[in-house]
């Protein structure tokens, strides 16, 4: 585990092009592997150079953080994006059946996993917005409060 651990903390994020080891610790980590057997890097390695360079590396460190969160929002924009274009909403009418999402406060606890996801089915009674709809059961009877398009599941005879 703890190899899995230096693997992850050192591999640079696709999305901020930076290790969390770098924004963590300010400096970039040595493979354990130089440590013993050595390597160009700690070859060329001089105390007075290095000393510099960390105070070079500790006064870009936040520019290095506040880039890395600029592209971690760019990332997630262009992920809402890609998203956003597949999604296609299906607007219901006055008068179409459709089932509701049964929601954590409303399921049944004896049935467990098993229970239903989906009740109803209900009728479309009003549109207040797009997306949001008034509801009422197959006799007529309101169901309190708006439910928007998301939780909503066109039925099917």
Known sequence: MPMVLWSYNTTPRST?????????????????????AGSLWRDLFVEENAEINQRLHLDLLDE???????????YQQRI???????VKSVPFKVGDLVLRKVMSNTK?????????????????????W???????????KPIPRAWNMEHLQKYYQ
């Open 16 to 36: 901020t092009r930076e290790t969390p080891f770098l924004l963590t610790y300010r400096y970039e980590a040595m493979v354990p592997l130089e440590v013993g």
């Open 64 to 74: 290095t953080r506040t880039n890395s969160q600029l592209k971690l929002a760019a």
């Open 80 to 86: 809402a994006r890609y998203f956003n274009k597949k």
């Open 108 to 128: 049944i606890a004896q049935h467990g996993v098993l229970g239903a996801n989906w009740e109803g089915p209900y009728k479309v009674k009003a549109i207040l």
């Open 130 to 140: 797009k997306g949001t709809y008034r509801l009422k059961d197959l006799d007529g």
